[in-house]
Antibody, heavy 120, light 107 residues
């Protein structure tokens, strides 16, 4: 059974760095074809794709947020981590991690999401 | 980045209606397009991938078509469970992008 679960702070202050962890089960991050994306959704707004890491550790980032994002994985812990620097209230959103559908660069399984609020 | 534009933004329909949602890309994405359904407070659910392939377990009343820059998601006979927001996503480029969403409401 494939599952993904996001964890991290509920509240961060402006200018701080956000660190989110996605813990996966039911598949291995090292299996060829596997990968994990981070996607966010501000309250009442649309989905926004942030970053992706492939099984070979190749990474891709949103063009508009690339300077603030870092994605990496710890295969031994079955975890994918996303950091976002210089947080701002407009970054308040539900953050999801999602697994790459094998053979396709779109997510099939999603975590439940974690709401992060940016406020002083 | 490739911009994805969905229309309409909101759609009012009745149970049993045939519903069509359009997604247009600012440049060709070939067939590298997916559709998702999202209900309030829930994570999105993959419905269609590669423009027209139905994800396992998704009812056959959902179908996708198109290639290049214009795509459609059709629900052939709207069911009560289908009232939700639908998103398209292109994944041809490394910087993947979603449409702004189409909310399907009860008429």
């Amino acid at each position: 059974q494939v599952t993904l679960k996001e964890s991290g702070p509920v509240l961060v202050k402006p200018t701080e760095t956000l660190t989110l962890t996605c813990t996966v089960s039911g598949f291995s991050l090292s299996n060829a074809g596997m990968g994990v994306s981070w996607i966010r959704q501000p309250p009442g707004k649309a989905l926004e794709w942030l970053a992706h890491i492939f099984s070979n550790a190749e990474k891709s980032y949103s063009t508009s947020l690339k300077s603030r994002l870092t994605i990496f994985k710890d295969t031994s812990k079955s975890q994918v981590v996303l950091t976002m620097t210089n947080m701002d209230p407009v970054d308040t959103a539900t953050y999801y991690c999602a697994r790459r559908k094998d053979g396709y660069n779109c997510p099939d399984y999603w975590g439940q999401g974690t709401l992060v609020t940016v406020s002083s | 980045d490739i911009q994805m534009t969905q229309s309409p933004s909101t759609l009012s329909a009745s149970v049993g209606d045939r519903v069509t949602i359009t997604c247009r890309a600012s440049q060709s994405v070939s067939s590298w397009l997916a559709w998702y359904q999202q209900k309030p407070g829930r994570a999105p659910k993959l419905l269609i991938y590669r423009a027209s392939s139905l994800e396992s377990g998704v009812p056959s009343r959902f179908s996708g078509s198109g290639s290049g820059t214009e795509f459609t998601l059709t629900i052939s006979c709207l069911q009560p469970d289908d009232f939700a927001t639908y998103y398209c996503q292109q994944y041809i480029s490394y910087s993947r992008t979603f449409g702004q969403g189409t909310k399907v409401e009860i008429k």
